[in-house]
């Protein structure tokens, strides 16, 4: 049963940085596309960014040019770099993946969520 593990929540000021980290764990034997969402409080979850295998990325317009959504393939580990952090970034972040469980069956597997607060 693979899951995905995230770290890297916690409180943050406005305007700085901050890391989120989302890894597989359990059998699996690929890893596809990676992206993350959020969904702060009273609101819908919504993408934050994705990256294909390819390295292609996309980001939602609120955070272009603060975020960078990044991977390291030898790790199957994405990382979620946020800089100029806004009190609206604040939300439980979710890592989501598509997962190769066999050599014919993919699975879309979400993390357990991690709460990124940015307040003075």
């Known amino acids: 049963q693979v899951q995905l593990v995230e770290s890297g929540g916690g409180l943050v000021h406005p305007g700085g940085s901050h890391r989120l980290s989302c890894t597989p764990s359990?059998?699996?034997?690929?890893?596809?596309?990676m992206a993350w969402y959020r969904q702060a409080l009273g609101k819908e979850r919504e993408l934050v960014a994705d990256?294909?295998?390819?390295?292609?990325?996309e980001y939602a317009d609120s955070v272009k040019g603060r975020f960078t959504i990044s991977r390291d393939n030898a790790k199957n580990t994405t990382y979620l770099q946020m800089n100029s952090l806004k009190p609206d970034d604040t939300a439980v972040y979710y890592c989501?993946?598509?997962?190769?469980?066999?050599?014919?069956?993919?699975?879309?597997?979400w993390g357990q969520g991690t709460l990124v607060t940015v307040s003075s």
């Open positions: 359990g059998s699996f034997f690929t890893v596809g596309a």
């Open positions: 989501n993946a598509l997962i190769g469980t066999g050599r014919w069956t993919t699975r879309e597997v």
């Open positions: 990256i294909k295998t390819t390295g292609i990325t």
